[in-house]
């Protein structure tokens, strides 16, 4: 810990230092690392000492310049530019625009984030490299955002990452995590040096007890103190020695001080400028050096210390103010908006207007948040109310773009509050309820549409009809399907043009499918009018087993979601993917795109996305006859959503639950999580069988468990709604399953199979035929049980359904005939991970290796990483034998001839 030019460079640490320079140099299995320690307790001092193996970039966050989109991440890609020529030019282009090394609009963050770990890895492919950042807390948020994609997603051995913070509670996922604490007691002495010699032993040893090795108080109560008082630590009491030591300059040598703090990192040549505009000398900076404020930092002078900052430009507000007019003078753009800003107290209408470009340049380099942070500004400089409910509400819109859910919703509040009229009000409900939703409370989110929708339809009901049929998607998340059907007619009644897809959920929802599916069919074509419409109907287009137009609407979504960085599509995207390639026994897709869409959702805090994306892996796990991971994961989701208020997951996790436990033979355990997931669907209005497909399963576990009355009851509830051909061909099988005559058992499975042929459901038409082996062995009709258990018994080796196949393989070996397992074609499929999975998939569909990186954001070298394992596993030896024999076929087969 280095104290002063009179003291040792550096003592203690010896442990930390071996830890952070194994993974600089390659020798830990982490590639990040994250120092954390209380403020003055030696971070930056410690990441100096760092050796590594080839080049080092050190960046540091600055509190002056938190507000400027990408600042941080430029100081990382300027050293790198000779690297850039190696990205896919998408992201070479995103990456350039949001650092301003050439102009145009940015592609999304998501872009610029999966750039920047393409730049580390082709820098490190050139020579090993270490990027340092010190002052992660005060890192710009868009450079966060990008620094903390690349911890997550950083396999190259020759790259390292190393972040410092003084948040003791920070975690970054995957990071081997360095804690500092203070130094020993004879650390301590060491470290004083030659100022140890200035304090009698009495005070010496005080310090030392007083401190508890806190290295930067030990140092500033040391020069500052006579040792006569109890020594204070970082707070109020140490500011106050900083405050003392400030007083006792001159008036410049103070105002040199101020004019440092407040130009964060600006190049030495314009602090120089400012200085000499100021009328400061070289004697007032030496004197402001060697009170201990300043310190020489290269060609620059600096802080001694970041927490200095505060203090200083706390200390006198007319100095302050001195200041930042000087360095907006020097500067231009966003800086000078913000140094303007800090001269104003109350408003001040042209410098909120300079904030409010500001925040346009910032959307367009996709520094969201930092917009909405200019926004925010600029709304408490602006002096007439309705203009500043405006910047308050631009602001909200710009978080919630950023993800930053809980700054929108308060950002809205500030506007609502400030709303004038009920049509301004309206525009305002729709972002905070859409933040308030995702937050975890869709109860509140409807109620507060509904109440707004309320408010505006006497003098706008075009836009309450609007209001009504946003307020239908967090009703659905809440569970209330009779809501959602109330809030859809209502819309309807207001405004017909936009409430329709809108009432097409809440008619597939509450089990309407015939009318849903004919007011679907009447609706324009053409682009939805918000992506969250455009979801909606995917999803729907899913639940009504229109697989192609689901396939064609997702992807839309996803294409939307990586052009414009939104990981909030492409979590939900991915999702309803999923869901569609799990009913068409795709399964090594949907378990992909599952993962993909958790990832990404619990990357953004939207717990709903990820219950989801976890139920639909939990539901494939039970399939295939991973039990206790199928529970464990439906315990998981339970525990994390209960408080949330997305109730619509109270139904389908039992559902899950209930599957896992007939999967297992529980029969018992598997009724009454059955019948849970029964009740909650009932009590909340959720008669679409598709949506949460359970009740087959009820009706077995039913019958399996010597309930057949129960069982007839449920399946007469069933069939009443049985117009898709999930629920037809699920009723038929259930009829057959119930049937004591051969001939009726044989007509109702021959019906099931005839509806299952209008849809590719592989599993559930493997599940039917492995029902009537069962059914017409013990009605003693061995011939046609053989045929339909063979023909079973095919489809679930090729889905890998485990358990499934093990039955059919019972029945073939009761009716004496062998059927040795053979490897499912799909097996080798399944043996890739997700992520190769998706670069596999997206190769195939064509894209080169530049273009699937854009796609998938992640670097080409990842893509070429990963095709070179996808090749090894499937044992193929050509990009057009992949693209040839990925498995886009029927019966859930892999394509592999």
């Known amino acids: 810990m280095t104290a002063t030019t009179d003291s040792p460079t550096f003592v203690g640490r010896a442990t930390e230092i071996e830890t952070l320079a194994a993974i600089a140099a390659g020798r830990c299995p982490q590639r990040v ?36 989109p990408f600042a941080v991440l430029a100081d990382v890609v300027l050293p790198l530019r000779s690297s850039l ?58 450079s966060e955002e990008v620094l903390l994609f690349v911890a997550r997603r950083l396999r190259c051995a020759r790259v390292a990452l190393v972040l410092a913070t003084r948040d003791r509670g920070r975690t970054v996922p995957g990071a081997r995590v360095v804690d500092l604490d203070g130094l020993g007691a004879d650390e301590s002495r060491l470290l004083l040096g ?63 001080v101020a004019a440092v703090a407040a130009a964060g990192s600006a190049d030495a040549d ?52 001195r200041a930042h007019t000087a360095l907006a003078a020097r500067t231009t753009g966003a800086r000078r908006a913000w140094h303007l800003a800090a001269t104003v107290d109350g408003t001040d209408d042209a410098v909120a207007a300079q904030l409010a470009a500001a925040a346009c340049s910032a959307t367009e380099l996709g520094g969201h948040r930092s917009a909405g942070e200019a926004w925010a500004r600029a709304a408490q400089l602006t002096t007439e109310r309705r203009h500043r409910a405006e910047r308050f509400l631009a602001a909200a819109r710009e978080f919630l773009l950023a993800g930053a859910l809980d700054l929108a919703a308060g950002h809205a509040e500030a506007a609502a509050a400030l709303a004038g009229d009920v049509r301004f009000a309206a525009r305002v409900e729709v972002v905070r309820s859409r933040a308030t939703a995702w937050l975890g409370d869709p109860r509140r989110a409807y109620v507060d549409l509904v109440r707004a929708a309320d408010d505006v339809a006497p003098v706008d009901p075009g836009t309450a009809g609007a209001l009504l049929a946003e307020a239908t998607m967090p009703a659905g998340m809440a569970g209330r399907v009779h809501a959602m059907l109330d809030l859809a007619r209502r819309a309807t009644a207001l405004a017909p043009a936009s409430a329709g897809p809108a009432r097409v959920c809440a008619l597939v929802l509450a089990g309407q499918t015939a009318p849903a599916l004919a007011l679907l069919d009447g609706l324009e074509e053409g682009p939805p009018r918000d992506l969250q419409t455009a979801a909606q109907l995917a999803q ?61 959702a619990e990357e953004l805090g939207e717990a709903g996305t990820a219950a989801l994306a976890t139920l639909i892996l939990a539901r494939l796990d039970a399939a295939t006859g991973a039990v206790e991971a199928a529970r464990e994961s439906t315990r998981r989701v339970l525990a994390a959503v209960g408080s949330h208020g997305i109730d619509c997951l109270q139904t389908y996790a039992p559902a899950v639950e209930g599957l896992a436990a007939l999967v297992a ?48 009851e449920v399946l007469a509830w069933w069939e009443t709604g049985a117009v898709l051909t999930f629920p037809a061909a699920t009723a038929h099988r259930c009829r057959g399953f119930l049937a004591d005559d051969p001939d009726e058992a044989g007509a109702c499975f021959s019906r099931a199979r005839e509806v299952h042929a209008r849809c590719d459901q592989p599993f559930e038409r493997a599940r039917t035929l492995l029902a009537e082996a069962e059914c017409l062995r013990r009605l003693r009709r061995p011939t046609a049980a053989r045929s339909a258990a063979r023909d079973a018994h095919a489809v679930f080796v090729a889905l890998g359904a485990g358990p499934w196949a093990d039955r059919a393989e019972a029945e073939l070996a009761a009716a004496g005939v062998s059927s040795p397992r053979r490897a499912p074609a799909a097996a080798a499929w399944a043996a890739l991970t997700p992520q190769e999975f998706q670069v596999a998939r997206v190769v195939a569909e064509g ?21 070179t394992r996808v090749y090894r596993k499937l044992g193929l030896r050509s990009r057009s034998e992949l693209v040839r024999r990925f498995p886009v076929g029927t019966g859930g087969a892999a394509r592999l001839s």
Not at 99 to 107: D, F, I, K, S
């Open 540 to 600: 729907v287009a899913v639940h009504t087993e229109r697989y192609e137009d689901a396939d064609r609407r997702v992807g839309a979504l996803l294409t939307t979601g990586r052009r414009h960085g939104v990981a909030a599509v492409l979590a939900y995207a991915h999702a309803i993917r999923a869901e569609l390639d799990s009913w068409r026994g795709r399964w090594p897709a949907a378990r992909a795109d599952a993962v993909e869409a958790r990832q990404w």
């Open 194 to 256: 030659p100022l140890a010699e200035r304090l009698p032993p009495v005070a010496l040893d005080r310090l030392v007890e007083d401190l508890a090795g806190h290295p930067l108080a030990l140092v500033e109560n040391a020069r500052h103190s006579t040792g006569a008082r109890r020594a204070p630590r970082p707070g109020p009491a140490l500011e106050a020695l900083w405050t003392s030591a400030l007083e006792g300059l001159p008036d410049e040598a103070r105002v040199a």
């Open 270 to 321: 314009v602090v120089d400028r400012v200085l000499a505009d100021l009328g400061v000398s070289a004697r007032d900076q030496q004197l402001a050096e060697r009170a201990g404020l300043l310190r020489a930092d290269g060609a620059r002078r600096a802080l001694r210390h970041p927490l200095l900052r505060p203090v200083v430009l706390g200390a006198d507000p007319a100095v302050t103010r």
């Open 665 to 712: 033979g529980e029969t018992d355990v598997a009724v009454e999580h059955l019948e849970q997931a029964h009740r909650r669907a009932r009590a909340d209005g959720l008669e679409a069988g598709n949506v949460v497909p359970y009740v087959p399963d009820l009706v077995e576990a039913l019958v399996r468990s010597g309930r057949e009355e129960r069982a007839r």
């Open 85 to 142: 020529a190696a990205l896919p030019e998408v992201q070479r282009e995103a990456l350039e625009v949001s650092v301003a090394l050439r102009a145009g609009r940015a592609g999304g963050s998501l872009a610029v984030c999966a750039a920047a770990l393409g730049l580390l890895e082709a820098a490190g492919e050139a020579e090993p490299l270490l990027v340092v950042v010190d002052d992660l807390q005060w890192v710009d948020t868009p």
């Open 33 to 68: 690392g994250l120092v954390r320690g209380e403020p003055g307790i030696g971070k930056t001092e410690l990441l100096a000492r760092i050796g590594a193996r080839g080049r080092t970039v050190r960046v540091a966050g600055s509190e002056a310049e938190a507000h400027l």
């Open 847 to 867: 894209r080169s290796n530049d273009e699937a990186a854009a796609a998938l954001f992640v670097s080409r070298k990842t893509v070429e990483n990963h095709l």
